[in-house]
Each structure stands twice: as structure tokens, then as C-alpha cells.
């Protein structure tokens, strides 16, 4: 039986932290909406991530939605970093509370999105066997959404359990008495690793690249803390939005040069101590900017990393030493160098002796067969464009969206991709994104994209679309500010380097979210600069 197509105006792709709120926007717009998501529940990142150690690393009080003062007051915070569950808890109050899951549709992919120029709208397909057309658009898919593929040779053929942390089991995995392989060095492996070692018989550590780790120093929060909050948030979400990362620091004043031996260590030594993502990096100036500067950084860490770990053979496989810090995402720990130190614990460095292939009893590197009854795949994802990329997205003249972004991803301000009219994506590349702490980032683009249907309603306009030339101004001024900085010396993730065969491009905007937030401002006070626009209101004809 064929299902009827339905005909909206918006489809939203995602009901994580992104897909959540732009419903609630459009709703209060009075906009009907569809949003589709593969998951069976909201959360997003935070519904596939269930692996043992998963937590934010950015403080709760301020991973956490701004848009409703109400929602802020009532929801309790119970750690500095709260963990998945808690993270998910919340999502689904949110849900709960503005009753947003009547107009999602769960355990439904969306497959293509296809641009009709003849009606005006996007023509959308989902797995579960429905088309729904749509004036506009939302990919609220994640940046961090579409595992990568395991690159390993005889992966299928290990006969024991596998898991990945980007889709770990709902019901948990009982590790009591397993050898356990672990694949992967990055946030995920560096977060699961101390915990399922406390629970395993023993564990491989297999790493490629080493990481800039900092001790998360988390701690449940205090009544006070929580209260004073509270009673300042107005003003500490402001302070968010114009920060850098979206998490209100200090400013640094100086060069790293400028400063003594003596008053870097003590710098250095308080963002450890303070544990924070950013305390370190914003300690100078130029940590992002000067080899010299980031080097100061660097040998830090490699200090700390040499004073925590007993044996000084895998202590210096621990140690960082081939891109600068803050390049590759840093991560935020508990105990993750002190785990070397248990007897029951082994690492590789797969640049001595890399992975031949997976047997079928474990792991076989150039040196030796590692025979294991799991593995855990911490490997990572096609980040920024991955999840994009794996919808079949067609815009005008049905250019596809892999085609156009073959090269690497082009996009006006990260919200909207010439040729892809009334399409928009939530902290899409080239927007400050995975630079930042994301909810700011999601909320300035929802709240963004919803003033900017709102104004072409109210001006009758049906169609928008970013022109070529504006994108490629915002493209090339992303690429000169990537280029001022130490970025894309690494091969991470920010610049494709870790999916074999992607272009190699830095996929973000760094120029910081408070600047960025004054250019989509001033770009929507300029009457939508870069972008054509015809018709007359669809939508206010209804
Ligand atoms: P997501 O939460 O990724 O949601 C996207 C949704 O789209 C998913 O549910 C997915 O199923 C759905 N989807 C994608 N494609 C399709 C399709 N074709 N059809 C149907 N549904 C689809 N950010 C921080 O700022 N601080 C942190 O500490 C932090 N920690 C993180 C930890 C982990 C383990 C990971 C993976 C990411 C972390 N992030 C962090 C980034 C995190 O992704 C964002 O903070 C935020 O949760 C993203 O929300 P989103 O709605 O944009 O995307
Ligand atoms: O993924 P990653 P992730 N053989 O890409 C290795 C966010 N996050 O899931 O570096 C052997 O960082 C790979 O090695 P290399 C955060 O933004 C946040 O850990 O490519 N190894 C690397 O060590 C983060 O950056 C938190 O040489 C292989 C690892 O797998 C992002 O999500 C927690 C390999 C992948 O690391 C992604 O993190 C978790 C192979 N074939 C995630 N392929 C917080 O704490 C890959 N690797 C907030």
C-alpha cells in the first residue's frame, strides 16, 4: 500500500540537542514539521554513545539549552561533567516538557532529499517507505554522527563479541573475566578505556596516535554552586555567546614567550589542576597560533604524562610528539594515564608495530598475535560531513550534495549551500561548530535559521539560497583564518585526515563564536547578504 505524501513546511533531519530545539522554534513559528530521526528515542549523540566512562567535557551548567529561563531553573545539574545518562535524562525532560516527540518519527533514516524547483520544495524519503514534501530543510544530522568504517582487514572474521562506542548495546556489556582489545586513542577510547579496565581480566591497548589528555578533575556540584548559577545565568549565557569556545574564560594577555619557565609551569600547572578543555590552551596568546608557544603546552602535558606513568618505555609511547596541542581534539580524563600503570593493562604503539589484520582470535600486529575474547572499536567518525554526504541530497539542475562536496565541503557560514535552496545545516562546516561548546553553537543556528524563515515570510519570499560568489568569500576567509592558525599541521579529524580518501580541508570556522555570531547578525541586518531570494510567501498564502 503506498502511502500518501504528505506535504509540510519543514522537515528536520535529527533529534538530538539541534533537531530538538529547531522543532520547538518552528512550532512556536507556527510552522507544521516533520523531524525524522534513526534513533528510537531523542538525545542524538547522547542516545548512541552509551559507552562505560561516556561523558561530557564541557561543565553541565553550561552544556545545557539557554533558550528557556524556566527549563534552566527547574533542571538539577548533579556533576562538574555530567555523564551520558544524566545527558540523555535531560534531553528527554526536554522532550517531556515541550512535548516534542508528537511530531518526531524515531527508528526512520531519511534516505534522499530531492529539490523539485517546479513546486518550490524538497521531496524527502525516508526507510520507512514515506515521501514528505517540504518548503524547507533542516540537517540538524550531527557532526559527530556517522561512525567511521572500520579500515582493518579481517575485521569480520573475529569471532568473539565486537563493540563501538559510537553505538554501544542499550542493555551494557559485562566485561568481568574477558580479554579486551580497545582500538582507538581519541576522547571515546581515552574516556572508556579506565573504565572497562577496572572491570576486564585484561586489556590491549592498541594506539596509533597518542593525545593531549588533561585530568577532568569532575566532581559532583555543590548546592551553592548550582544556586549561584542560577541566579547569574542571564548573564553567564551572554558571556557564553560572545566567548571564543562558547565557554566564558579569561582573556590571555600575552605571548607564551613573554612569560618566565616559572610563570608558564604555574599557568599550566593551574589550568591542570583546574580542569578545564580550554584552561590550558587559553593560557597564552598564541598556543594556537606559535610552534614555539604550543610547544611550551606540549612539554607539559609530556611532563605530566612521564610523572604519572611508571614504566618509562610505554610512558613515552603515551607522550604526543607528532602534531601540536589542540589540533587534534584534547580530551579530559579520569585516570586514564594511571590505567598504564595496572599490571593487567598493555598498550601497543602501532607506529612501531602496526595492525597486520583482526584474526580470528584477536588482534595481529607486525610483532605479534594479541589473543583477546572482545574488542572495542574507539575509532571514531566521518565527521562534519559524513552524515550528510550519506543522505542522496539533490538541489537544483539535481546536482548531488557528494558531488558539490567532493573536493571537501563548500557552505556559506556553515547554514546554507549554494544550489541547495531552503536547505540549512545546524553547525554545518565551515561555522565554528566542533570548536566550540556545541550548544551554543546549535542554539545560534537554530535561533538564526528560524529569524531568517521568519523574514523571508514576512517579506514574501518563498525561496532562498546562498549565492556562489557569497560562499566562496566565506570559504576562502575560513581557509585564510584555518591558516593563520597550527591546525591543519595534524592529521585529524577537523581536516578529514582520518577517513582514508577524504579531502583534506579544515572543516571549521575559527574565528570564535561571539565574532562569528556578529557576521550571521550582520549579514541578516543586511537584508540576507549573499543570498537571493524570489516569489512570494508560500507559506503566508496558506
Ligand atoms: P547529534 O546529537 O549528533 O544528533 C544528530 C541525529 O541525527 C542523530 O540522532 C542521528 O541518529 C540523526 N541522523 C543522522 N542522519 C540521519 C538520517 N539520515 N536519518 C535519520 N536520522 C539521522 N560537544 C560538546 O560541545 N561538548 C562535549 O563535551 C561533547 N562531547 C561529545 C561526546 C561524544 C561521545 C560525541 C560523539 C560528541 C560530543 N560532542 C560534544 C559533540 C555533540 O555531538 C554535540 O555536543 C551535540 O550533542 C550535537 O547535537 P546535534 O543535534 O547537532 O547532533
Ligand atoms: O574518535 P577520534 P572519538 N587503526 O577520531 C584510532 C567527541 N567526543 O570517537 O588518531 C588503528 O578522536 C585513531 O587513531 P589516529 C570529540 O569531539 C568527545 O574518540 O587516526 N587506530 C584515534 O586514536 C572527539 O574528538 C568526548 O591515528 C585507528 C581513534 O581511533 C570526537 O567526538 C568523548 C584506526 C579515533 O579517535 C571523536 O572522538 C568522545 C585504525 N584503522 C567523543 N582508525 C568528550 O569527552 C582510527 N583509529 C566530550
Not at 526536554?94 to 523539485?116: E, G, N, P, Q, Y
Not at 572491570?199 to 556540584?221: D, E, H, I, K, W
Not at 598564541?286 to 606513568?309: C, G, H, M, S
Request: some cysteine; overall charge negative.
Amino acid at each position: 500500500m503506498s502511502i500518501e505524501t504528505q506535504i509540510v513546511d519543514a522537515v528536520i533531519v535529527g533529534a538530538g540537542f539541534g533537531g530538538m530545539y529547531q522543532l520547538h522554534r518552528f512550532r512556536n513559528m507556527g510552522l507544521t514539521t516533520r523531524v525524522f530521526d534513526k534513533a528510537s528515542d531523542v538525545g542524538g549523540t547522547w542516545y548512541w554513545n552509551r559507552y562505560p566512562g561516556a561523558r561530557c567535557d564541557v561543565e553541565s551548567m553550561a552544556y545545557s539549552y539557554s533558550f528557556s529561563p524556566e527549563l534552566e531553573q527547574e533542571w538539577q545539574w548533579t556533576e562538574k561533567y555530567p555523564t551520558q545518562p544524566e545527558i540523555l535524562r535531560y534531553a528527554q525532560h526536554v522532550a517531556d516538557r515541550f512535548d516534542l516527540r508528537r511530531d518526531i518519527t524515531f527508528d526512520t533514516k531519511v534516505l534522499s532529499a530531492h529539490w523539485d524547483e517546479g513546486v518550490g520544495r524538497w521531496r524527502v524519503k525516508t526507510d520507512g517507505g514515506e515521501t514528505v514534501e517540504a518548503q524547507f530543510l533542516i540537517m540538524a544530522t550531527g557532526c559527530l554522527s556517522a561512525p567511521k568504517e572500520i579500515d582493518i582487514d579481517g575485521a569480520a572474521s573475529f569471532r568473539g563479541p565486537t563493540y563501538a562506542t559510537h553505538s554501544w548495546p542499550h542493555e551494557g556489556v559485562d566485561f568481568s573475566g574477558q580479554r579486551v582489545a580497545v582500538i582507538g586513542t581519541g576522547s571515546s577510547g581515552i574516556q572508556t578505556i579506565p573504565e572497562v579496565a577496572k572491570q576486564a581480566a585484561s586489556m590491549v591497548v592498541f594506539q596509533r596516535t597518542p593525545n593531549y589528555s588533561m585530568p577532568a578533575q569532575n566532581r559532583p556540584l555543590d548546592p551553592d554552586e548550582i544556586a549561584a548559577m542560577k541566579a547569574k545565568y542571564r548573564d553567564f549565557r551572554k558571556a557564553q555567546r560572545e566567548s571564543g569556545f562558547g565557554v566564558p574564560v579569561p582573556q590571555p594577555t600575552m605571548p607564551a614567550g613573554m612569560d618566565t619557565a616559572d610563570g608558564r609551569q604555574q599557568k599550566f600547572q593551574a589550568g591542570w589542576d583546574e580542569g578545564s578543555l580550554v584552561a590550558i590552551l587559553t593560557s597564552y596568546t598564541d598556543t594556537l597560533t606559535n610552534a614555539t608557544a604550543n610547544n611550551y603546552a606540549q612539554e607539559f602535558i609530556r611532563d605530566k604524562i612521564r610523572d604519572i606513568v611508571d614504566d618509562p618505555q610505554t610512558a613515552e609511547d603515551l607522550c604526543p610528539k607528532t602534531y601540536p596541542m589542540g589540533t587534534k581534539r584534547p580530551c579530559l580524563d579520569t585516570n586514564y594515564y594511571a590505567t598504564f600503570n595496572r599490571d593487567d593493562v598493555e598498550l601497543v604503539n602501532l607506529r612501531r608495530t602496526p595492525i597486520e589484520c583482526i584474526t580470528d582470535k584477536g588482534v595481529k600486529t607486525t610483532d605479534a598475535e594479541y589473543e583477546v575474547d572482545t574488542i572495542v572499536y574507539a575509532t571514531g567518525f566521518d565527521a562534519m560531513t559524513g552524515a550528510l554526504t550519506r543522505i542522496d541530497i539533490r538541489g537544483k539542475d539535481g546536482q548531488s550534495l557528494r558531488d558539490v562536496w567532493a573536493d571537501g565541503p563548500v557552505s556559506y557560514l556553515g547554514l546554507s549551500i549554494s544550489g541547495f535552496p531552503n536547505l540549512f545545516t545546524v553547525t554545518g562546516p565551515s561555522s565554528p561548530s566542533v570548536l566550540s561548546n556545541m550548544m551554543v553553537s546549535i542554539e545560534q543556528h537554530v535561533d538564526w535559521i528560524s529569524d531568517c524563515i521568519q523574514w523571508m515570510n514576512d517579506q514574501g519570499h518563498t525561496v532562498l539560497e546562498a549565492t556562489p560568489e557569497a560562499q566562496e568569500e566565506w570559504r576562502a576567509h575560513v581557509e585564510v583564518q584555518g591558516n593563520l592558525t597550527l591546525y591543519p599541521q595534524a592529521d585529524s579529524w577537523y581536516m578529514g585526515a582520518n577517513v582514508p580518501g577524504k579531502p583534506r580541508v579544515f572543516m571549521a570556522y575559527i574565528g570564535g563564536v561571539g565574532v562569528y555570531r556578529v557576521v550571521c547578525d550582520s549579514i541578516a541586518a543586511q537584508g540576507y547578504y549573499g543570498y537571493v531570494t524570489d516569489g512570494a510567501s508560500a507559506m503566508a498564502a496558506k
